[in-house]
Each structure stands twice: as C-alpha cells, then as structure tokens.
C-alpha cells in the first residue's frame, strides 16, 4: 500500500526501559541495529500497527507497555533505487513513518525476538537514548535522528535536559 508521492505507511517504536535506554534490536544476519518498525496494513490505524509489529518483532503484548507519545506528523525516508524491488522501480520511493514513544511496564524477560514465525532480530540491548546512528544503515539515519529528537520533549524533565553527545554544554563554552 503505496500514497500518492510513492511512499509506504509504516510505524516505528522507541522502546524506554525505566532508566531511559532505548532498545536495540539487531538485524539477522547483518551487522545493523534498528528500533522495531513494520508497515501499516490496510485498515490498521498507526497505533494497531505498532502494537502488532511490537508483538511480532519483540513479542511484547500492549500491557507490557505504555504509550509516552508520537511523532506529530510522518516521517519520511527514500529508499536507494538498489534496495527496491524491480517490480515497485519507478512507484516506490520509500517509508512514510509515525514514530511511537513506548516505556517498558514489564520485565525485560517478556522479549521474545521468536514470537513470529519470521523473526526480524537475532539480538537485542539497551543502548542509551541518544544511541550513535553508525549502526543504524545509512538511508535511514536521519529519520531515526528527527524521531528521537522529537520524541525527547517527552523524556521526564531532568532527563529531557540532557543534551547529545556531540553538542557542547554551557561549562564547555566557559559560560
């Protein structure tokens, strides 16, 4: 299920743990870590997509979590023209997603990276919130930086105040 400009729906999940890391799933196979994600199907709303693709990937059920928020609006990335299959050359550009801010209410014990016939993980961590995105493959880094930048505003206020890594604090600046 493709919009207008080419783009598919789809859903991305920023798991918390209770000390504000994110969970890292690794890719099968490969050497690339990602947030769980999945397309929406048709007649699925983004919040039935992210539960779904959250039971699928991670074999969470919805009362191991609660909801902290959502992006605003959708997120857009392209695909490279290599990565798309032949038959969708030319109608498909790429993801459209509506990113999930999610806090672990249970135990991590309750990841299942085998809940689905087709698993997407063979590993998983904790990483810290602001995780560095070299892991991450590259078409899709700057959507996963405007996802977690957006979706801090939402962190608890003394943990919302920490900067990246790579900005400088005011004591750095002689301030």
């Given amino acids: 299920m493709l919009d207008r400009e080419g783009y598919r729906p789809n859903v991305g999940i920023v798991l918390l743990n209770q000390h504000d890391e994110v969970f890292w799933g690794k890719r099968i196979g490969e050497h690339s870590w990602q947030f769980p994600q999945g397309g929406i199907k048709k007649g699925e709303t983004p919040e039935q997509a992210m539960f779904r693709e959250l039971q699928e990937e991670v074999g969470l059920e919805p009362e191991h979590v609660r909801i902290i928020g959502r992006t605003r609006d959708w997120l857009r990335y392209e695909v490279p023209k290599q990565w798309v299959r032949r038959e969708w050359r030319g109608t498909y550009k790429g993801q459209k997603q509506i990113w999930f801010l999610l806090r672990l209410v249970g135990r991590d014990s309750d990841v299942s990276l085998r809940a689905s016939a087709h698993p997407e993980f063979d590993a998983w961590r904790w990483s810290d919130y602001w995780v560095p995105l070299e892991s991450v493959i590259e078409f899709k880094r700057a959507v996963y930086d405007?996802?977690?930048?957006?979706?801090?505003?939402?962190?608890?206020?003394?943990?919302s105040g920490r900067k990246r890594p790579e900005e400088p604090q005011a004591s750095d600046l002689g301030q």
């Fill in 146 to 159: 405007q996802a977690l930048n957006e979706l801090s505003r939402l962190l608890q206020p003394h943990r």
